[in-house]
T-cell receptor, first 111, second 115 residues
Framework: QQQVKQSPQSLIVQKGGIPIINCAYE??????FPWYQQFPGKGPALLIA?????SEKKEGRFTISFNKSAKQFSLHIMDSQPGDSATYFC??????????FGTGTQLKVEL | DAGVIQSPRHEVTEMGQEVTLRCKPI?????LFWYRQTMMRGLELLIY????????DSGMPEDRFSAKMPNASFSTLKIQPSEPRDSAVYFC?????????????FGEGSRLTVL
């Protein structure tokens, strides 16, 4: 049973573009929505996170948009750079200590 | 801080052999997680510990897998006997606090290849 669905599977954008990655969740008990970034050969690392009491959160060039009624949240990367090329995972957790990850999006930012 | 330390980084073994993966969490963190990453299934939570006690092992694939945390600074994940379908990258992660904040600190992973 997939608790969080992530799309697209892969994404290629030009430098300066705004890639958008989407996630949809099923369980309304989820109350924390982090995004993780993973570079090849490394473990995932927390990028940005949001709680459902706000609709948007920005940290530098990264923005999470959250739609509680639709049970969806998305990651936007402003002015994307080649160094942003990585795999991005959304995740959810709620009512416990388990983090469930989406299937990941491979992002490539081309010059 | 040294971060989460995993060993070995790479392991190649033959089917039927025992494999032991090791993890040292960040000092002071009281939750430890073992994840498995494959192309087909993504990141799967295998088991997690809180204060050295296994809380949820529902993700452990089968009895061939076992995990221990004898103290706050060390955990092992053992596969016996190993099979080719166990080939994956195994990550250990740790976090602080009794209620997960969503921030897990991952190690660099142990890449296992079972021939």
């Amino acid at each position: 049973q997939q608790q969080v669905k992530q799309s697209p599977q892969s994404l290629i954008v030009q430098k300066g573009g705004i890639p958008i990655i989407n996630c949809a969740y099923e369980n309304t008990a989820f109350d924390y929505f982090p995004w993780y970034q993973q570079f090849p050969g490394k473990g995932p690392a927390l990028l940005i996170a949001i709680r459902p009491d706000v609709s948007e959160k920005k940290e530098g060039r990264f923005t999470i948009s959250f739609n509680k009624s639709a049970k969806q949240f998305s990651l936007h990367i402003m002015d994307s750079q080649p160094g942003d090329s990585a795999t991005y995972f959304c995740a959810t957790t709620g009512g416990g200590n388990k983090l469930t990850f989406g299937t990941g999006t491979q992002l490539k930012v081309e010059l | 801080d040294a971060g989460v330390i995993q060993s070995p980084r790479h392991e190649v073994t033959e089917m039927g052999q025992e494999v032991t993966l090791r993890c040292k969490p960040i000092s002071g963190h009281n939750s430890l997680f073992w994840y498995r990453q494959t192309m087909m299934r993504g990141l799967e939570l295998l088991i997690y510990f809180n204060n050295n006690v296994p809380i949820d092992d529902s993700g452990m694939p089968e009895d061939r897998f076992s995990a221990k945390m004898p103290n706050a600074s060390f955990s092992t994940l053992k596969i016996q006997p190993s099979e080719p379908r166990d080939s994956a990258v195994y990550f250990c992660a740790s976090s602080s606090g009794g209620r997960i904040s969503g921030e897990l600190f991952f190690g660099e992973g142990s890449r296992l290849t079972v021939l």
